[in-house]
């Protein structure tokens, strides 16, 4: 049985830092596209960061130069590294594991077949 499991969300201050981490079990990080995605209260879910079996990352414009994602495969374990945050970035964030598309990873997420429970990040001004 697959099972992700996030930590690290909190409630911080504009331009605080947050560091996302989700373990997983079931499922080997360096064979799947790894995640993470947020979804904030009244709109859609959204990709924010992808790393796939290569270590080769993508980042949503929003966070490009203040997130960073990273795993460490011998501990099976995603991170999302969070940098001058702003209130537009609270949301409930979601980490997840898919097979991806002929050997290539995407941030749409009809394409990761499995999800965590989500941890809440929320930026005050």
């Known amino acids: 049985q697959v099972q992700l499991v996030e930590s690290g969300g909190g409630s911080v201050q504009t331009g605080g830092s947050l560091r996302l981490s989700c373990t997983a079990s079931g499922i080997t990080y360096s064979s799947y596209c790894m995640g993470w995605f947020r979804q904030a209260p009244g709109k859609k879910r959204e990709g924010v960061a992808v790393i796939d079996m290569d270590g080769r990352t993508w980042y949503a414009d929003s966070v490009k130069g203040r997130f960073s994602i990273s795993q460490d495969n011998s501990r099976n374990t995603l991170y999302l590294l969070m940098n001058s945050l702003k209130p537009e970035d609270t949301a409930m964030f979601y980490c997840?594991?898919?097979?991806?598309?002929?050997?290539?990873?995407?941030?749409?997420?009809?394409?990761?077949?499995?999800w965590g429970q989500g941890t809440q990040v929320t930026v005050s001004s």
């Open positions: 997840a594991a898919g097979l991806g598309i002929g050997g290539s990873c995407y941030a749409a997420d009809y394409l990761y077949n499995y």
